[in-house]
């Protein structure tokens, strides 16, 4: 056990069972992740293309491969008042 795990329980001791159940809450909520939300860290990562997905968008290619955003900057700055 390392010195501050020991630092840690010697803190711990004297309190009332019921900030013991609260700091449990804590920890339980705040620092362990739960299998679930292991699994959506996990999946939140990007995928080899550097995209990250999320949603329901996960895995959908929302613009053809042949639009080439990039076309529409002069429209975009007019509409947004930003003239290059």
């Known amino acids: 056990m390392s010195t501050l795990q020991r630092q840690v ?3 711990l001791n004297g309190l009332s069972d019921d900030n013991l159940k609260f700091l449990l809450d804590m920890i339980q909520r705040f620092m362990k992740p739960a299998e679930g ?3 959506a860290l996990e999946k939140a990562r990007p995928d080899r ?3 990250r ?3 329901s968008l996960e ?9 080439d955003i990039d076309e529409c900057n002069d429209e975009i700055a007019e509409m ?5």
């Open 37 to 39: 939300e292991r699994k």
């Open 49 to 51: 293309n550097g995209i």
């Open 53 to 55: 997905r999320i949603g």
């Open 59 to 67: 895995g959908q290619n929302l613009i053809d491969a042949d639009y």
């Open 9 to 11: 329980i010697q803190s």
């Open 80 to 84: 947004f008042g930003v003239m290059s």
